[in-house]
């Protein structure tokens, strides 16, 4: 089997490698986002958040204009446009390719217009005609499982075999985009832990993840600030980052192909960096036996000790 797999979003191509998750990182354009403590108000903001995502190691930019939070009712589709498409627009022309998170066609339609290269849909195609706006753009789509309806929390009762739900809803789905017309190598399947499922049935539906890869797609794997994982250390959104990268690290060893959804993408992508090389995926970096800013601690430069010789310097490691 091949080490490689290509994703074709649009006029942008993505190559995949087994084993290493590429990274979506997040810019949410709502102000009820669950898991962002900072607002960030302006397009000028948002753009530059996105920038600084993909400075960071993030492939993909992922903007949401509406939040998950079911106690509040669905934004209207003009609404999430203006909030979103704006963004797209400058973040595509800095180059980047740009995933939105919307279940609406009538979003999917006003972005694809800016030029985004990828729909993340997080409602199980609750409306069947968002997949074939996104085959008449040749645009990605991400397809989700979940048994509630957008913006409703539900947690139904899969009698003990969710995985095998998340099994059959996925094939489904599969299914329908190819029939709209989107191609097989434009599609991303997610098996949308925490939607419609409590943190025990999305740790069961994770542990599948080698089962879910059968029909050759890459996975989402999005696990950020997740409620599964505050469940697990009985941490606030905010304060999941060592969960989160636990929960990524585990999943990307049971993955061959994947995209990995954060929010925190300069230490995911720090994570991944020494994974690869322990594992063996990535050579060792070389060294200069001269440059010791890794090795030890400093002090500025106008800072001075006791002795009065400079700028100390300490053992980062005791």
Not at 62 to 71: A, F, L
Not at 276 to 300: C, F, T, Y
Request: with cysteine.
């Amino acid at each position: 089997m091949s080490d490689t797999l290509t994703l074709r979003l649009r006029q942008r191509t993505l190559t995949l490698r087994a084993g290493h998750p590429l990274l979506m990182g997040i810019v949410n354009c709502t102000p009820d986002s669950f898991s962002d403590s900072v607002r960030l108000e302006t397009v000028e903001q948002r753009v530059r958040l996105g920038l600084e995502l993909a400075d960071a190691g993030a492939t993909i930019i992922d903007v949401g204009g509406e939040s998950g939070i079911v106690h509040r009712p669905p934004v209207s589709a003009k609404e999430e446009i203006e909030r979103v498409a704006p963004v797209v627009e400058r973040l595509v022309g800095h180059g980047l390719i740009v995933s939105v998170d919307t279940w609406k066609p009538e979003v999917a339609e006003a972005v694809l217009a800016a030029g985004a290269h990828l729909i993340n849909d997080v409602s199980g195609l609750y409306h069947a005609r968002l997949a074939s706006v996104v085959a008449a753009h040749g645009a990605g789509i991400v397809l989700m499982h979940t048994r509630a309806e957008p913006k409703t929390e539900r947690f139904p009762d899969y009698g003990g075999r969710v995985v095998a739900d998340v099994r059959n809803v996925l094939g489904q789905l599969r299914e329908r985009a190819l029939a709209a017309g989107v191609r097989s190598d434009a599609i991303v399947l997610d098996p949308g832990p925490d939607f419609a499922k409590m943190p025990q049935e999305s740790v069961e539906v994770l542990r599948d993840l080698p089962a879910l890869s059968v029909h050759g797609h890459p996975l989402l794997l999005a696990v950020s600030r997740k409620y599964f994982v505050g469940t697990i250390i009985h941490r606030e959104p905010d304060e999941r980052l060592a969960g989160t990268l636990a929960a990524l690290g585990w999943c990307a060893d049971r993955t061959k192909f994947s995209i990995a959804r954060v929010h925190d993408v300069r230490e995911a992508a720090d994570y991944l960096k020494v994974r690869a090389v322990m594992n063996g995926i990535e050579e060792m970096p070389s060294i200069d036996r001269n440059d010791v800013r890794l090795q030890w601690l400093h002090e500025s430069d106008d800072d001075e000790d006791d002795d009065g010789l400079g700028g100390s310097r300490e053992p980062a490691l005791r």
